[in-house]
């Protein structure tokens, strides 16, 4: 599985399983196939009520002989009012999925007290219990806004991404800090026909991809980390295989030109 360096130096899988409504025995099934076809990058948040699910899996699987180190889970802070109340969510989060440490724990979205919740994350990542923090549905302005107040530059802000919303101006703020793009939703969440576009499906075509691998290919070789969802070990086996091929830089262009810098997501807003 190819990596990206988050601006810690911490190594993160650049694609894995995104998680959302993927809860109960069918959700932790899921979670399980997708650490069976060699999935290690997991996201999950509070808000998706399946920490323990994801947990429950992870632990089963180290306990069946893969080492803790070659996961990275990552997990989503809900709103606090406070700092300490913040601290206390994390702690929670820590005891639901059951772990020692998280590598990755994110702001789910721009909160009002934001910034305290982030400087309790701060504080549990000095402490070597998150190996890296970040925030998630930031924009540009938000974001720039943001790192002002921060003592630990986010490693990762994870928002919608996709051909559609390629990130153009977030990317360009977020540049000189090395805080990475993930995304999420890639496939536009079913919303729209984006893997019937027909650009998309001659381009898909020529490589002998399906039009999923090609949207993926095209985030991945610009360095953009990918957390696509499903809970079919079929999807779980294609989206994985992307590393086999490149898009040429003619394709690139012509996919780059799909942009429409618009979110699909009514409650969305950068």
Known sequence: MQTLTLNNGVKMPILGL????????AGQKAMSEAIEVGYRLFDSAQMYNNEAE????????????IKREEFFIQTKLL??????LAKKSIEKSLKTLGL??????????????????????????????LKSIGISNFGAKAYSEFVKSCEVIPAINQ????????????????????????????????????LENPTLKNIAQKYNK?????????LIEQGISVIPKTS??????????????SLSAQDMRILKELD???????????
């Open 100 to 129: 020692d440490y998280i590598d990755s724990l994110l702001i789910h979205m721009p909160y009002s007290q934001s910034k305290a919740m982030y400087r309790a994350m701060e504080s549990f990542y000095k402490q070597g219990i």
């Open 54 to 65: 994801l947990g429950a899996a992870i632990n089963a699987a180290v306990k069946g002989g």
């Open 18 to 25: 995104g998680t959302y409504s993927l809860t109960g025995k």
């Open 232 to 245: 079919k070990r079929a999807r779980m086996q294609e989206n994985l295989n992307v590393f086999d091929f």
């Open 159 to 194: 928002c919608e991404t996709h051909l559609l919303l390629q990130q153009k101006p977030l990317r360009g703020a977020m540049k000189s800090k090395k805080t990475l793009l993930q995304s999420w939703s890639p496939f536009i969440a079913g919303k729209g026909s984006i």
């Open 260 to 270: 429409t810098n618009k979110s699909a997501f009514s409650w969305t807003n950068y």
């Open 210 to 218: 399906t039009p999923a691998q090609v949207v993926l290919r095209f």
């Open 79 to 84: 709103e606090s009012s406070s700092e300490d």
